[in-house]
């Protein structure tokens, strides 16, 4: 049985055509995850910029305002502003949800505030004895 040239060119091509229909797939996938990498990485540098500076900014205020004690952990400024990038980066956001929404970045806070109150009074003890 012999093979005719027609039916070895047509296999030839679609040889050809499904090689480099998988090729560009998976150059399609490659982009699509380098991109979304690059994203996330932008988004992070974003959240430490702006928690950066609302720290500084805080930091200003209070020593202008002569206000004494402690001040709050930077970590403070980065896991608030990741909550609220997380709220804002959902999309679905409306009127309705706002409060809601803010009332979690509170209790984030409120929880965040608690654990320093807990740690200062833990030190405090530690450092009697």
Avoid at 79 to 91: C, L, P, R, T
Avoid at 96 to 103: C, D, N, P
Wanted: charged share 25%; hydrophobic share 40%.
């Amino acid at each position: 049985m012999l093979i005719s040239t027609e039916a070895v060119a047509i296999v030839g091509i679609l040889s050809t055509l499904a090689s480099g229909l998988i090729t560009a797939l998976f150059s399609y996938l490659q982009n699509r995850a380098s991109k979304k990498s690059d994203e996330r990485k932008h988004r992070q540098e974003l959240i430490l910029k702006t928690a950066l500076d609302s720290y500084k900014q805080y930091c200003e205020i209070t020593k202008a305002s002569g206000q004494t004690g402690t001040l709050l952990p930077v970590e403070d400024f980065i896991f608030i502003m990741m909550k609220a990038s997380e709220i804002i980066d959902n999309g679905k956001i409306n009127i309705s949800e706002v409060e809601q929404k803010l009332a979690e970045v509170t209790q984030l806070k409120d929880i965040m505030w608690k654990h320093h109150q807990d740690w200062k009074a833990d030190f405090k003890r530690i450092n009697r004895t």
